[in-house]
């Protein structure tokens, strides 16, 4: 098969295409022909050598796909070949085809083309996963999302419009918060001229954000704690921004709120496929009647890696950049 591997850790440039042996599925597994994937920022961790997958992962760079069904392993039920999919990795996307647990393989939503479905996987269970199924965003709730152009953003913002909640989000950009308004955000705050604290709290006679969903970790930790409401729950999904910062517990205990954080590449393939089944279950619909749609970037060739890693590194993008094989 055609895999994208890692020469030595550095820059875009170490990424090159490759001939690897077919991957076989064992018991319980799905193997799938792969028609796209999606470049995430761990895989820019991955290629840097900061990011190691999961003991017994593949070692190819990769955490969503989507393609069709081309075998089943023992024992696998719900599954035929020639099933288009979209599935939750691991590692291994960046191949032509890729094993994985068959409860983190899901249908298409209605509507979407196998190789825009590959925007999907990751984003959604993130989203889902934290914001939902740990943070409990309710109807009526202020809800906070860092970085709202990007994928994980984009999402965020569409799933809880979509569900009743009042978005709140900060981008870089003119093109980037107007991008933000248009998916639901009612608020959509420059950070580079703006405080967010201050903004979300004008918004809300003072009372700050229920749920705030973070990718920049030690540099946004002691102001997103400050927009917190009462009871407010601040979920950490990301450390662009640094690892360590001072975290002052006593305003955190006045509050009663909680600081959680979270990854989803390293959790147990049984918790995966609970986060994929209520996916398909709550997020899917959405997406099949309009109310979310995936945002796509740019479809680039899978020789063309390098220059997808670039793109995402250097933050000109919205929404996701795919790679199509």
């Known amino acids: 098969m055609r895999a994208v591997t890692v020469t030595?850790?550095?820059g875009p440039e170490v990424l090159t295409i490759s001939e690897l042996p077919d991957p076989e599925p064992g018991p319980g597994e799905v193997l799938i022909d792969v028609a796209a994937t999606a470049v995430n920022r761990a895989d820019l961790l991955q290629r840097r050598g900061f990011y190691p997958p999961p003991s017994g992962a593949s070692g190819v760079i990769g955490l969503e796909c989507s393609g069709t069904i081309?075998?089943?392993?023992?024992?696998?039920?719900?599954?035929?070949?020639?099933?288009?999919?979209?599935?939750?990795?691991?590692?291994?996307?960046?191949?032509?085809?890729?094993?994985?647990?068959?409860?983190?393989?899901?249908?298409?939503?209605?509507?979407?083309?196998?190789?825009?479905?590959?925007?999907?996987?990751?984003?959604?269970?993130?989203?889902?996963?934290?914001?939902?199924?740990?943070?409990?965003?309710?109807?009526?709730?202020?809800?906070?999302v860092h970085g709202g152009a990007g994928g994980i953003g984009t999402m965020a913002i569409q799933l809880a419009a979509a569900l009743g909640a009042r978005v709140f989000t900060t981008a870089g950009s003119a093109e980037k918060l107007e991008l933000c308004r248009s998916l639901g955000a009612e608020v959509a705050i420059s950070y580079r001229d703006e405080d967010f604290v201050d903004v979300v709290r004008a918004h809300t006679d003072g009372r700050g954000a229920d749920v705030v969903l973070d990718n920049m970790g030690a540099k946004y930790l002691e102001r997103n704690v400050s927009v917190l409401a009462d009871e407010g729950r601040l979920v950490v999904i990301g450390l662009q921004g640094g690892a360590k910062a001072e975290l002052d517990l006593g305003r955190l205990?006045?509050?009663r709120g909680a600081v959680i954080a979270t990854t989803l590449r390293s959790r147990p393939v049984e918790g995966k496929a609970a986060i994929c089944a209520s996916v398909v279950e709550h997020v899917w619909p959405l997406v099949a009647d309009g109310q979310v749609r995936p945002i796509v970037h740019e479809v680039l060739p899978l020789d063309q890696v390098a220059e997808a890693h670039r793109i995402v590194e250097n933050s000109t993008h919205t929404g996701k950049v795919l790679l199509a094989l």
């Open 253 to 255: 205990l006045a509050k």
């Open 70 to 144: 081309a075998a089943v392993g023992a024992g696998v039920t719900g599954w035929t070949v020639g099933t288009p999919v979209c599935a939750l990795l691991a590692g291994g996307g960046y191949a032509s085809r890729v094993v994985v647990p068959a409860g983190q393989v899901m249908p298409l939503p209605d509507g979407i083309d196998v190789v825009t479905a590959a925007a999907l996987p990751e984003v959604a269970c993130t989203v889902w996963s934290n914001v939902f199924m740990v943070a409990g965003l309710q109807q009526g709730d202020v809800f906070l």
């Open 8 to 10: 030595e850790p550095g």
